[in-house]
């Protein structure tokens, strides 16, 4: 059934893909070709407008008989992955309302939304109920990193790939992650616009407006569209503005600093950001661990240099203060940058006083490529099927029929509205904006963690641990060991 439909959509998919945006972890595809007589012509422009085809126009349109689709999720007001009972006007509420009463109608169905707010209780249900094949659950959404993480190796999920209609490679599923993390053909989770907390996820670089002004640090979006936002100009800026303000002595969360942060997760963000990934494909074993380069290693130490530099940064995990205190410290006015996720900036931002813009994190240096944004995989935006899946077919095409629909319909409300209406200030951060979800990443080892190494890369990114190379020595064999039993566990998976 799969083969047979991959057929017919092949045609749909390359006509569709020009014209579909995709806040996903993937460079927008243009799809302007050059034409024999040197004019550039996009595809689109080829076929009148009424007859481009819709994805949901070839999408089977099966009668379930009021079967009731269970979704298990992660959700609560400031991690929302489900609707309320009703419309209430808020645009992501109403856009998941509506397309879950398109989708009842479509299938005949019923959508059973089982929101916790617990992600060990998602987890720990979802693996009671494939022990006992009890088909309690369709589809689960929960952290990749603390959930996910341990129900895939143990055969609590099921293979995607083996979901008839599912074409995780398109955009209206997370390409990164089909690219990224399958094993012989397999792959156990992704994500995308279906949950809305994907774009919650992206870590970014946030800037106070009026501290810009008073420092004259120049147009900060400029220095992006310049391809001059890199680490080296990041320490120019940052350095020489802590001060001092109470005049006791002492830096404490009273006094201005030129940046913020939690080393939770700046320090793997900025990592990704300079342009490496911790986990890389490998021919022979699927997957090896880079850590032990050259570039990987002077990319580490340079993070050191930024983020566990006292003189330039506040850390709300160091120092005795108060977890996550950056973020209060930037809603104060007390620092001129912070590096934080976006679900911070959704939740806290929008009615603070002080206006700030949003950026991607800095490159390393010129000569890379594009601006890098690591996803935070620990929200709960990872979505997966239960091992004992009795319907292959029932919920492969309810799940890629609601993936569409998704990109259609919540990523307006979402995007579009929320993001970059509401929580984006001005239309310079709407375009970075774009740059920051054009293109951000899931890494393997964030989300496992192999041998603790993502941790302790991690710490010492952010200075709290020294001399990374002889550190990841002594954790070398674990960590490798940890990433071979993953490997062997998908393997095993039938």
Same mark, same amino acid.
């Given at each position: 059934m799969k083969q047979k439909f991959l057929c017919i959509v092949l045609g749909l998919v390359m006509v569709l893909l020009p014209i579909l945006f995709a806040c996903d972890s993937d460079v927008t595809v243009t799809s302007d070709t050059p034409r024999e007589n040197g004019a550039d012509v996009s595809d689109t422009e080829l076929i009148p407008e009424e007859e481009i085809p819709n994805y949901l126009d070839i999408l089977p349109v099966n009668d379930y008989d009021? !079967?009731?689709?269970k979704i298990i999720a992660q959700h609560f007001d400031a991690r929302p992955n489900f609707p309320e009972e009703e419309e209430t006007g808020e645009p992501m509420n109403d856009a998941l309302y509506k397309r879950n009463r398109t989708l009842e109608s479509r299938f005949n169905i019923t959508i059973q939304n089982i929101a916790l707010a617990d992600r060990g209780q998602v987890r720990e249900n979802v693996r009671r109920s494939v022990n006992a094949q009890d088909y309690a659950y369709d589809m689960l959404i929960t952290s990749m990193a603390d959930g996910i993480n341990t129900l895939a190796p /143990?055969?609590?999920? !099921? +293979?995607? +790939?083996?979901?008839d209609y599912i074409q995780l490679e398109e955009t209206w599923w997370s390409k990164t992650m089909y690219d990224n993390m399958q094993v012989d053909g397999k792959i156990f989770y992704t994500t995308g616009p279906l949950s809305p907390f994907f774009y919650y996820t992206p870590v970014v670089f946030v800037y106070n407006k009026q501290k810009a002004v008073d420092f004259d640090i120049g147009d900060m979006n400029q220095?992006?569209?310049?391809?001059?936002?890199?680490? &080296? #100009?990041?320490?120019?800026?940052? #350095? &020489? #503005?802590n001060m001092d303000l109470d005049g006791d002595g002492v830096m404490t969360v009273n006094d201005f600093y030129g940046l913020s942060h939690d080393n939770g997760v700046s320090g793997q963000a900025l990592f990704t950001a300079f342009g490496q990934k911790m986990t890389v494909k490998d021919d022979v074993n699927y997957?090896?661990?880079?850590?032990? +380069?050259?570039k /990987?290693? &002077?990319?580490? +130490?340079?993070?050191a240099e930024i983020l566990g530099n006292p003189l330039l940064t506040y850390n709300g995990n160091m120092r005795n203060f108060e977890m996550y205190s950056e973020l209060p410290l930037f809603i104060d006015g007390k620092s001129l940058f912070l590096i934080t996720t976006m679900n911070n900036i959704i939740e806290r931002f929008r009615a603070m006083e002080v206006d700030y813009g949003i950026i991607p994190l800095p490159k390393l240096d010129a000569s890379q490529s594009e601006y890098f944004s690591l996803g935070n995989p620990w929200g709960p935006n990872g979505i997966a099927v239960p091992a004992y899946c009795n319907d292959s077919e029932r919920t492969g095409l309810i799940m890629e029929t609601m993936a569409y629909m998704s990109l259609e319909m919540v990523k307006p409300a979402m995007y579009d509205i929320i993001i970059q209406q509401k929580v984006a200030r001005d239309e310079a951060s709407q375009q970075m904006l774009d740059i920051i979800y054009n293109n951000f990443y899931f890494d393997l080892n964030v989300i496992h963690d192999f041998g603790g190494s993502s941790?302790?890369?991690?710490?010492?990114?952010c200075g709290i641990k020294e001399d990374f190379v002889s550190g990841y020595e002594r954790i070398k064999d674990r960590a490798e060991?940890?990433?071979?039993?993953l490997i062997e566990a998908y393997l095993e998976i039938e």
């Open positions: 009021g !079967y009731t689709f /143990s055969g609590m999920l !099921y +293979n995607l +790939n083996a979901l220095l992006v569209l310049n391809n001059e936002w890199t680490a &080296d #100009k990041l320490v120019e800026l940052t #350095k &020489d #503005k997957f090896k661990l880079n850590f032990e +380069n050259e /990987s290693i &002077d990319i580490i +130490n340079k993070c941790i302790f890369m991690r710490e010492a990114a060991t940890a990433l071979s039993q």
